[in-house]
Nanobody
Framework: VQLRESGPGLVNPSQTLSLTCTVS??????????WSWIRQPPGKGLEWIGY???????YYSPSLKSRTSISRDTSNNHFSLQLSSVTPEDTAVYYC????????????WGQGTQVTVSS
């Protein structure tokens, strides 16, 4: 299974950050896979943003819920992140990752993509 993040590397403050994770080697509708977005701000630890499930359910971090939307495109086997009203504090390396179920850890990760919020 391979995951690959794509999207703009620079976003203006107050705009919406949009990233896509393209998956190969597995279908995003495979039971019981969970597809997550995770980020790591500079000098800080990993922060989980949210996930979308094989059945198109979503769940978001409470701290980011009001600004986050995760969706999927089964035709192209990818899922996407939208984070609205960004500030420089949203600058981070953004990763997509897969879990084979909630009882398991992340077993596949993308390489990560740097997103900088700046005017």
């Amino acid at each position: 299974v391979q995951l690959r993040e794509s999207g703009p590397g620079l976003v203006n403050p107050s705009q919406t950050l949009s990233l896509t994770c393209t998956v190969s080697g597995a279908s995003i509708t495979t039971k019981y896979y969970y597809w997550s977005w995770i980020r790591q701000p500079p000098g800080k630890g990993l922060e989980w943003i949210g996930y979308i499930t094989y059945s198109d359910s979503t769940y978001y971090s409470p701290s980011l819920k009001s600004r986050t939307s995760i969706s999927r495109d089964t035709s192209n086997n990818h899922f996407s992140l939208q984070l609205s009203s960004v500030t420089p504090e949203d600058t981070a390396v953004y990763y997509c990752a897969k879990r084979p179920g909630l009882a398991y850890g992340f077993d596949h990760w993308g390489q990560g993509t740097q997103v900088t919020v700046s005017s």
